[in-house]
């Protein structure tokens, strides 16, 4: 997979769900892929910006809240910070070796 990071700031993030069976039965699926997108859409400006993110659902998801969700953010968005500077920092070094 090669990640493209030019002009990346001026992509829009976006995001893909999975909800397998493991999760549950289609009612706790579809929960689990809600409460994933509205923690998404309240906290979209401290995502890194113009990156493809995928969400896998885990099976406690669905018994959770929003509430809940949000105090497990700021460790899941220092991961994503982390992972997006080594793709910038990856990105930068084969672009200097043209």
Do not use: C, W, Y
Request: aromatic share 4%; hydrophobic share 45%; net charge positive.
């Amino acid at each position: 997979m090669e990640a493209s990071l030019v002009g990346a700031e001026d992509r829009v993030t976006r995001i893909g769900l999975v909800a397998s069976r493991r999760v549950g039965n289609a009612i706790r699926r579809n929960r689990a892929k809600r409460l994933l997108r509205e923690l998404f859409r309240q906290n979209k400006a401290a995502f890194p910006q113009g990156f493809d993110l995928i969400f896998v659902a885990h099976a406690e998801l669905p018994a959770k809240s929003i509430a809940e969700l949000q105090a497990g953010l700021p460790a899941v968005l220092g991961e994503l910070g982390r992972r997006a500077r080594a793709l910038a920092r990856g990105a930068d070094r084969s672009q200097a070796g043209r």
